[in-house]
């Protein structure tokens, strides 16, 4: 690890050349000396002096403090571990010390220990920063879970120094560096690390560079002065220019309580890298720093990060919109972006996505690189874009090119040959997150849901179950189409969703997969339509005519059938039983998502032959016209000695229902003695009275009716069977 933090931000007091202490501190006490160095963020001088007042002073609480955060922002994070972890487990401790001291953890890459530490500083403060890092650790393995998705290589012109925020411009890289390229006595920053260390100034690196020697000076008279400056953004085709720099009057820096805050400018530059009509942002004040501008092609939006007061934590991005040619008052982007911590680097990708650094947001350990979409005017939840762009070191300053699927950004990260060096990175795939919801409740989230990737050839790609928040991802190919569906038991998935990569840059993408829970329901009871008797055996088959999927199942001995259908389809239910005639009809499901669809399915057996009889009023003697029916029947017994008649008599509803039930079984009998006294064995015969139920109108108790009407009713129905 390097250090925490860069002089990124604030310039702090100067001296003449590479002193190690000022000289207003000469004649005062070491705590005094080294407070007043602290307060113009000289930590490399202020900490020999603090270890030397604990050292004599060991009751010195402030002192200790101090020594914890020198070596925190000098990057010194083993030895900022051992002090912050005695400040933290005190028991009356200031309860940022415990903060800091998970930070550190994470830094380290001591997760669970980190995760311990957080959970302890909130019970000593609501910090939704903490919250956040908390959720950022229990879901660690999705932010390191694919180092393939960029490839990533070392910028070759980074030197020993710092050197980041870079910008693309023409055939190459301008970019923000601390290497020293003065052979003469310069102004340096009591904050610099070694005395190597000058101030910021802004470099261009051609596309050919090949070692560090290949970075020049941007343009020295104009832009790099002799204190900080920089970073800058291009727009308007790379003619115009907004960058940052010191406070300066005639040359001379404007300090206020021993800072030299940065300032934004705006100007014209020419192919050859000269500036003109410098502008002044009418917002800037030597009481806070305005720095790391980004703007809109057109000119007219500009974000940048800044201290001023009114905001949500230390440094905030805020925006300006250039209206009728003046820059309108800054806006805080809100709590949705910044935090109680420190956000800097906004970039913005086709106007829509916003890239940016924090360290108050759940992260790796140090700074870390965030996205957020702008939807309808306003930036949604940041996410993290995990390993390998993050680290646990410091990743910040992060650009794409106009394909968006290359970029650079700087880090801290081991394996640098400076104490921030510049990456380069080629983004090999895209992502796409989500949650698996409830269809019927969106605020019910869906666990343990199997949710499947689809190639366009319908091949299987992936699987993934979803977490204990319903979350999962899919990391996709670039410029290729894909197909979405998830399941999980007591749950559907009827809803189509496709999506395509095609035209896509680095990012990511959510979505929403609505599971439909099992509530929709056909059910019913198979009869028979002689017996009126609930048929157990009789297999109910279920077709899906949109997918062509069938199902079945066997009644029991109660005759009932229920099947699971899905809303928006076309069905078809059939019922199948021995000697009955098959029955089957349509059903449809569109608009229809809960509830019991009942149909009852009433079964004919099956006959040879059939006849109706029609009886008088109140009677239940044979009608002369009804006899040649009979003998059409007794035919049939007679050819097939096998065959059996089934005779089912009925009533209308004029009277009462014992009465109708004895009349029935009287045309029963009737008809069954004239088969009888015809020859046929009585073994072949079944004879039933069912009354007034079954009418075959709308005549019953209480319905007036007029005779014609009742008389359909006065019936016997005869068929001539197979013998079982």
């Known amino acids: 690890m390097k250090r925490l933090l860069t002089p990124l931000f604030t310039?702090?007091?100067?001296?003449?050349?590479?002193?190690?202490?000022?000289?207003?501190?000469?004649?005062?006490?070491?705590?005094?000396?080294?407070?007043?160095?602290y307060n113009q963020f000289?930590?490399?001088?202020?900490?020999?002096?603090?270890?030397?007042?604990?050292?004599?002073?060991p009751s010195n609480h402030t002192a200790r403090e101090r020594v914890a955060d020198c070596y925190f922002r000098l990057g010194n994070i083993l030895e900022a571990e051992k002090w912050y972890a005695a400040l933290a487990k005190e028991v009356d401790g200031n309860p940022r010390y415990k903060y800091r001291y998970a930070q550190i953890l994470s830094i380290l890459g001591r997760y669970e220990h980190s995760k311990t530490w957080y959970t302890i500083y909130l019970q000593a403060v609501d910090d939704r920063r903490a919250k956040s890092k908390l959720d950022f650790i229990d879901h660690l393995p999705y932010y390191m879970r694919d180092s393939s998705l960029y490839e990533i290589s070392h910028e070759a012109h980074n030197s020993d120094q710092s050197d980041f925020s870079p910008r693309y411009y023409k055939d190459g890289i301008v970019f923000v560096s601390a290497r020293d390229r003065d052979l003469f006595i310069k102004k340096k920053s009591l904050a610099a690390l070694n005395d190597d260390e000058a101030m910021l100034n802004v470099f261009f690196a051609a596309k050919s560079a090949q070692a560090e020697t290949d970075a020049t000076l941007f343009y020295q008279h104009e832009l790099n002065s002799p204190y900080h400056d920089g970073p800058v953004s291009f727009y308007k085709g790379g003619q115009k220019m907004a960058f940052s720099r010191s406070n300066l009057r005639a040359g001379k820096p404007v300090s206020q309580a021993g800072r030299v805050n940065l300032e934004l400018y705006f100007a014209d530059i020419d192919d050859q890298k000269k500036?003109?009509?410098?502008?002044?942002?009418?917002?800037?004040?030597?009481?806070?720093?305005?720095?790391?501008?980004?703007?809109?092609?057109?000119?007219?939006?500009?974000?940048?990060?800044?201290?001023?007061p009114g905001g949500e934590g230390g440094t905030d991005i805020y925006t300006s919109q250039r209206l009728d040619g003046k820059w309108q008052p800054p806006l805080n982007l809100g709590p949705s972006i910044n935090t109680l911590?420190?956000?800097?680097?906004?970039?913005?990708?086709?106007?829509?996505?916003?890239?940016?650094?924090?360290?108050?947001?759940?992260?790796?350990?140090g700074l870390d690189i965030y996205s957020s979409l702008n939807y309808k005017g306003d930036f949604q939840t940041p996410r993290n874009l995990g390993f390998p762009l993050n680290t646990s070191s410091d990743d910040f300053s992060f650009i794409l090119d106009a394909t968006g699927k290359n970029g650079l950004f700087a880090s801290n990260r081991p394996g640098g040959v400076g104490y921030d060096d510049i990456y380069r990175f080629k983004v090999k795939s895209y992502f796409i997150e989500g949650k698996v919801i409830n269809r019927s409740d969106s605020t019910q989230t869906l666990s343990n849901a199997m949710v499947y990737l689809t190639g366009n050839d319908r091949l299987r790609l992936d699987s993934i179950a979803s977490d204990e928040q319903g979350r999962f991802h899919f990391?996709?190919?670039?410029?290729?189409?894909?197909?979405?569906?998830?399941?999980?038991?007591?749950?559907?998935?009827?809803?189509?969703?496709?999506?395509s990569t095609r035209s896509k840059v680095l990012g990511h993408d959510s979505l929403l997969l609505a599971l439909w829970e099992h509530s929709l329901f056909a059910k019913g009871i198979v009869y028979s339509n002689e017996s009126?008797?609930?048929?157990?055996?009789?297999?109910?088959?279920?077709?899906?005519?949109?997918?062509?999927?069938?199902?079945?199942?066997?009644?029991?001995?109660?005759?009932?059938?229920?099947?699971?259908?899905?809303p928006g389809n076309k069905y078809t239910i059939s019922a199948h039983e021995k000697k009955f005639l098959p029955q089957e009809f349509h059903l449809n499901t569109k608009g229809l998502f809960r509830g019991n669809l009942l149909n009852d399915i009433v079964l004919e057996e099956v006959f040879l032959d059939m006849v109706v009889v029609q009886f008088d009023f109140d009677k239940h003697h044979i009608k002369d016209s009804e006899i040649p029916k009979l003998d059409k029947l007794l035919r049939d017994l007679k050819r097939k000695r096998v065959a059996t008649i089934k005779?089912?008599?009925?009533?209308?509803?004029?009277?009462?229902?014992?009465?109708?039930q004895d009349l029935s079984d009287r045309r029963a009998a009737s008809v069954k003695n004239y088969f009888q006294s015809a020859g046929v064995n009585l073994k072949r015969i079944e004879a039933i009275g069912f009354g007034e139920t079954l009418l075959l109108n709308r005549c019953s108790d209480g319905v007036v009716c007029d005779d014609h009407e009742h008389s359909k009713n006065r019936r016997a129905e005869l068929k001539v069977q197979i013998a079982k």
């Open 11 to 37: 310039l702090m007091a100067l001296v003449a050349s590479a002193q190690s202490s000022n000289i207003s501190t000469l004649f005062t006490g070491n705590f005094k000396k080294a407070e007043t160095l």
């Open 42 to 57: 000289a930590y490399r001088n202020a900490l020999p002096l603090y270890l030397h007042t604990v050292e004599k002073d």
């Open 275 to 308: 500036l003109s009509r410098l502008e002044v942002f009418p917002f800037n004040s030597s009481a806070h720093s305005i720095g790391h501008p980004w703007v809109s092609e057109d000119g007219n939006t500009l974000y940048f990060s800044s201290d001023m």
């Open 341 to 365: 911590g420190n956000e800097f680097y906004p970039f913005l990708a086709s106007d829509s996505v916003m890239y940016f650094s924090s360290d108050g947001h759940g992260g790796l350990g």
């Open 475 to 499: 990391d996709l190919d670039f410029d290729k189409d894909y197909s979405l569906s998830a399941y999980k038991k007591g749950f559907s998935w009827i809803d189509k969703l496709t999506y």
């Open 532 to 566: 009126q008797s609930k048929l157990s055996g009789a297999t109910v088959i279920l077709k899906n005519l949109t997918d062509g999927v069938a199902d079945s199942i066997v009644t029991d001995h109660t005759g009932a059938y229920s099947f699971l259908v899905k």
């Open 647 to 660: 005779i089912s008599a009925f009533a209308d509803s004029q009277g009462t229902d014992e009465y109708n």
